[in-house]
């Protein structure tokens, strides 16, 4: 088994515990003030992960969870820089299926 699939963390709004293949990382490194979407999981910053779902992301969005638990204050336009990224690459594929 590969062990990046074995590996698992915590969504950040259903609380589940799932493997990594199947969650979103989200990277924020604190001494550039920086986040971004890590597709490929391999950044070196601080990780936070959800369950790639278009309703978690709401919910991302409407209680600025990435401001908790990064412990920064990000602002709602960085959430919404952040959304066409997601629809474009999730979202997205779900419509055309």
């Given at each position: 088994?590969?062990?990046?699939?074995?590996?698992?963390?915590?969504?950040?709004?259903?609380?589940?515990?799932?493997?990594?293949?199947?969650?979103?990382?989200?990277?924020?490194?604190?001494?550039?003030?920086?986040?971004?979407?890590?597709?490929?999981?391999?950044m070196?910053?601080?990780?936070?992960?959800?369950?790639?779902?278009?309703?978690?992301?709401?919910?991302?969005?409407?209680?600025?969870?990435?401001?908790?638990?990064?412990?920064?204050?990000?602002?709602?336009?960085?959430?919404?820089?952040?959304?066409?990224?997601?629809?474009?690459?999730?979202?997205?594929k779900?419509?055309?299926?």
């Amino acid at each position: 088994m590969n062990e990046i699939n074995s590996l698992k963390r915590k969504c950040i709004i259903t609380n589940e515990i799932i493997e990594i293949s199947k969650l979103i990382r989200f990277d924020y490194k604190k001494a550039t003030n920086i986040l971004k979407i890590d597709w490929n999981k391999n950044m070196n910053g601080r990780g936070a992960y959800f369950v790639p779902e278009k309703q978690n992301w709401e919910k991302i969005k409407k209680t600025r969870a990435l401001n908790r638990i990064f412990k920064t204050n990000f602002t709602f336009e960085l959430y919404l820089k952040l959304e066409p990224e997601l629809e474009e690459k999730l979202w997205a594929k779900k419509h055309q299926d």
